[in-house]
C-alpha cells in the first residue's frame, strides 16, 4: 500500500528520500512523486509507474535542498497516472501533501473548498487536504496548526506528511489510522510509514499514535497532540538487520522467505518451549492462568493468509485445548453485532499488525469488554501496541507481498498457545510433552522438505497452459489448501480454488477433466484414508492429481500423478510442512510465466484501508 518518506538535514534529500522509498516497494504501489524545499520553491516531481520511471525522468537531475518528501501511491480515488499521484499542493503551489490513507468526507469538503475559489487538480481525496491546510495557513499561523485545523475537518484515515515553502526547513506529519514514524539521527530527522525506509539512517524511532503530529527540523523534532499540547513519546529501537530487509543474493524476496523458514521457525519457538512441563510459556500474554480460565469461548479474526492460519488455530484450539473457538474475517467481523464480552477472548492475527480491518475488528472486540491478545510479526505496529497482550512470530521482516514465513509461524504461534492453554484445561503433561517435541522438531523438518524444491519446480510442466487448479485438503490441511490456491492465484495469475476434499463432490467435482490440475494435500493423519477415497474420486474423472503426502506413503503413491514427501509429524503441525511446497510451487509457476513475484499486480502488503 501507500509509502511515505521524508527527510529534514544537512544532507542532499532529494537522493535519500528515493533511495530509502525503494526500501518501501514491496508494499505495493502504482505510482511515485517527490517533493524538494529547494531555495524558496516546490519543486514536485511525480510519474505513474514505478520509482525507476521517476528516477529516469528526473534523469540524474536531482533537485537540490535538504528537506524532502517522498511517495508511492496505491490508488483508490482516480485512476493511477500522474496526476493523480502524490505529493498534491494548493492553489499556490507553496505546500505539498502526502498522504497514505482514505478522507471519506471528501466530496463535500471539495465541493465547499471549490465553491470558495479553490483549484484542483486531480481526482483524489488527498488534494483536500493540501486546499484545507491552505486556508487555515494565515501569516502568523505556523504549518503545524494550519495541518491540525485542517484535520479536525476531515473523516477517515490518514498518515500525512505536509512541506511549505514559508517554513523551508520542517515536515509537519500526523497520523490517523495509518501507521507513521519518527527516525531520529544526528541533526537530521526521518518520517516514514515502515520503518525498513529508515534503517539504513537510524535504528532509533518513535511510532506515532492516532491523533498525534510530529513537528521535524534539523534542530529536533516534537509530538503534540491536535490541540497543539506536547506529548512525551517513547523511543524505540528497531532490531532489523539491514541484511533482512534485502534479498541477499536470492532472485526474489519470496524464495529467499520461503528458504527462511527453518530460521524463523526456530526464532518463532526461541524460549518459548518447557520440555519438562511439557508446556510453553509466553511471556507477553499479560494473562494470568486465572484469567486464560475465564474465557469460555475465542475468536480469531484476521484478513487473508492470517484468516487461513486462523482456521488452523481453531482446529487445534477445539481439539488440544477443549475450548470453543470461531474464526471471523475481521472484514465481517467489525460490522456485524459480534456477540463478545468479558468471557471471550479476541485473538487478532496478522503479519503486518497494520491491516485496517483486523485493527477495527479487535478494537470493537475491545469496545464491547472482550480481551484482545494479536498474533503479530512487526514488532511496534499498531496491533501490537493497542492489544491487551501478544504473541510476537519473530518471522523477521516480510518483504515479498505473498505471505509465506509469516504463515507458518503464525500457526507456530498459535500451536504455542494451543499448549498453554490446553496444559490448563485438558492436557497432561505427557500429552503436552509429545506437543513440544513436535514444535522442536519443525525447523528442521522444514529443512527437510526445502531440500526437495527442484522436486517441486518439475511441477511447473503440469501447469503449463492451464487457467484452473484445485486445491483440495481435510482437517488441519483444509485451511491449507486454501493458502496453496491463494499464493498460486496472487502471483500467476492462475484462477485456483481451495475447498474441503469431501465438499468436492457438492459442485466442483464438474470443473475436473483431464486437463485440471488437482492439488491434494493428504499427509497421514486422521482423516487420511477419507481423503485416499476423494483422490479415487478424482482419478475416476481423469483429474491430474498432484499430491502432498508424507514420506513413506505407498497408498497414495499408487494413485497420484505425482507426489511430494513431507516429514511425518502430529496432526496440527502438517501444515507447517505441508505449505512450503504449495509456496514453493506458486513461485515457480510465477516466475516461469515471467510475473513480477514480488509485487504482484494491484495487491499491496499491508491493507492500511478498508
Ligand atoms: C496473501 C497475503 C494477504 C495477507 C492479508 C493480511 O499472501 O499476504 O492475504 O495475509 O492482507 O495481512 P496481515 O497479515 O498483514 O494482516
Redesign the pocket.
Known sequence: MCGIVGYVGRREAAALVLEALKRLEYRGYDSAGLAVNSGGRLLVEKTAGKISALETRLDGRLPKGHVALAHTRWATHGVPNEINAHPHTDCGGTIAVVHNGIIENWAPLRAALVKRGHKFRSETDTEVLAHLIEEAYGPAVPLETAVAWALKRVEGTYGISVLSTREPEKIVAARHGSPLLVGLGDGEYFIASDASAVLQHTRSVVYLDDDEIAVLSPDGYRVTDLETGRIEKPVSRVDWDLSSVEKGGFRHFMLKEIMEQPESIRNALRGRLLEDEGNAKLGGLNLTDEELLSFNRVVLT??????HSALIGEYMLEELARIPTEVEYASEFRYRNPIVDEHTLVIG???????AD?LSALREAKRRGARTIGIVNVVGSTIAREVDGGIYIHAGPEIG???TK?FSCQVVALGLLTLHLGRLRSLSVLQGREVVRALNRLPEQALDVLARASEVEKLVSVFEGTSNALYLGRGYNFPVALEGA??LK?ISYIHAEGYPAAEMKHGPIALIDDSMPVVFIAPRDAVYQKIVSNIQEVKARRGRVIAVVTEGDDQIAGLADHLITIPETIDPFTPVLSVIPLQLLAYYIAVHRGKNVDQPRNLA???TVE
Open positions: 484476521a484478513c487473508g493468509t492470517s484468516w492475527i496478522s503479519q503486518s499488525g497494520e491491516t483486523t507481498v505473498a505471505s509469516a491463494l499464493k496472487e502488503k499491508s491493507v
